[in-house]
């Protein structure tokens, strides 16, 4: 399956997930969202008739626009303190200013000079370089790679950034991301001792904040009924459903490492301590 085919696919079946959980908390959103959720259906299925070679990247634009309205909407609906989101915008400048050094070097499709930019490869890795399992998190594997995990940690970033501060939020992404790689390391040795891994990418980090996120709205759950907090959780479950479709359709990518890290990044959010100004309540009109 081509590059094409799985951006549609993938764009398509966000779309259906927000569906779902757009119709089960209807009463708390306004009517045009679910509106917007199907025109934006529309516009792909009418771009996969008219331009099927093209549909994929078209309607991974549609959905782009189709979430930052979302975003906008709920941040204009905030009644707390605007996230100032200070780590999430550290984070993306250190991956756009190592892309640039990839592009640079020439390392954007190259595994040797990923290697050498600091790629996770199992044989240094075993030789002491642990390092890597740092380094890697800021590598990818060209801008589409790159754009992927960008809008992820731009979307997922200031709400767990907000529950947990700069420090932690920093070092629970670093940690999700070394947890999720070293966990697929430590299953494919188990498997095949003999096999040679290269990662590379903030998958794993950010699939971490999906962890980190949904711990932050079970524990809103324990302490009220939320319907906010269950749109919450739903959506982050969503997210690691269609992040296991997308790994069984690439097979290149290592699911183990995206688990990992959103397993790493469950536990960590469940042993954290969250501020206490942080709740995921109902508001109104939302």
Known sequence: MNTNYILFLVACLNLLGDLYSIFKFRSQLPRWIPILNLASLAACGGTWLAAPDIAGFIAVGILTVYICSIKFYGRSRATSTPVAATATKVL????LLSFAL???????????????????YT???????????????FLHWGALH????M???????????KALGFMRFIGAYLACGVGGMAIAVGYRHLFDSDSRMLM???????????GLQAAIAVKALRRSS??????????????????GIFDFLVPEVSSTAHLGGAAVGFLLGMLLTIRPRVHLTERKGV
């Not at 993306?92 to 991956?95: F, L, M, Q």
């Not at 240094?124 to 890597?132: K, M, N």
């Not at 809008?151 to 950034?161: A, D, Q, T, Y």
């Open 200 to 210: 590379l990418g903030a998958s794993a980090s950010v699939l971490g904040l999906v």
């Open 92 to 95: 993306i400048a250190i991956n």
């Open 102 to 120: 990839q592009v640079a070097f020439g390392a954007t499709n190259d595994r040797r000079g990923f290697i050498e930019l600091g790629a996770l």
């Open 151 to 161: 809008m992820g940690l731009w979307f997922l970033g200031p709400i767990v950034e």
């Open 226 to 243: 939320s319907p906010f907090a269950k749109a919450q959780l739903a959506a982050m479950i969503q997210i690691v459903v269609l992040q």
């Open 146 to 149: 790159l754009l992927f995990n």
């Open 123 to 137: 044989p240094l890795l075993e030789s002491g370089q642990w390092w890597r399992l740092v380094t890697a998190q």
